[in-house]
T-cell receptor, first 113, second 114 residues
Framework: EDQVTQSPEALRLQEGESSSLNCSYTVSGLRGLFWYRQDPGKGPEFLFTLYSAGEEKEKERLKATLTKKESFLHITAPKPEDSATYLCAVQAGVTGGGNKLTFGTGTQLKVEL | SQTIHQWPATLVQPVGSPLSLECTVEGTSNPNLYWYRQAAGRGLQLLFYSVGIGQISSEVPQNLSASRPQDRQFILSSKKLLLSDSGFYLC?????????????FGDGTRLSIL
């Protein structure tokens, strides 16, 4: 069974204080790893897809990296507007045409002034 | 560009009442469609997915059902709601080909059962 574990569950940062969120996964044949941002009361918003170990993607203050066992979401000099829950999901093996994802429980990030 | 619509945004229903949540996608054809439930402090649980009209796969045995009467319409239903059906329901879509593409979510329906 595919498993995704995110840590920490919650993270409080001061504005400008860089940090990283972790997503560890156990899957039978990773096909893609996805990062999402979710604001309270909203649906998840897609951020990045990573397909192979060593791959990196960047968007503004966010940078996602991938190894064979985990992914990191690095947040550089965060601002209060980066406060949200960040979700990691994996797509693995043969999905039978459904392209199904397995999600972690997320990291709730709060950035304070 | 593609957009996804879910309604209603909030719903309060008594135990034992029926349910119908609707989701439509615009700007794409032949999408995969998904229904998820998200409990407070927990990850997204996949309930149903569909790869085509009338084709529904159920992931978790439960009190709910899904239907896809049109290519870009996905409906989540129940004949009699239970207290345990409360939660945040999300609809999502993805392209069918190529595989391993991200899913894109609507803004969800907050369902409270009294």
């Amino acid at each position: 069974e595919d498993q995704v574990t995110q840590s920490p569950e919650a993270l409080r940062l001061q504005e400008g204080e860089s940090s990283s969120l972790n997503c560890s996964y156990t899957v039978s044949g990773l096909r893609g790893l996805f990062w999402y941002r979710q604001d309270p009361g909203k649906g998840p918003e897609f951020l990045f897809t990573l397909y192979s170990a060593g791959e990196e993607k960047e968007k503004e203050r966010l940078k996602a990296t991938l190894t064979k066992k985990e992914s990191f979401l690095h947040i550089t000099a965060p601002k209060p507007e980066d406060s949200a829950t960040y979700l990691c999901a994996v797509q693995a093996g043969v999905t039978g045409g459904g392209n199904k994802l397995t999600f972690g429980t997320g990291t709730q990030l709060k950035v304070e002034l | 560009s593609q957009t996804i619509h879910q309604w209603p945004a909030t719903l309060v229903q008594p135990v034992g009442s029926p349910l119908s949540l609707e989701c439509t996608v615009e700007g794409t054809s032949n999408p995969n469609l998904y229904w998820y439930r998200q409990a407070a402090g927990r990850g997204l649980q996949l309930l149903f997915y569909s790869v085509g009209i009338g084709q529904i796969s159920s992931e978790v045995p439960q009190n709910l059902s899904a239907s896809r009467p049109q290519d870009r319409q996905f409906i989540l239903s129940s004949k009699k709601l239970l207290l345990s059906d409360s939660g945040f329901y999300l609809c999502a879509w993805s392209v069918r080909r190529p595989p391993y593409q991200p899913q894109h979510f609507g803004d969800g329906t907050r369902l409270s059962i009294l």
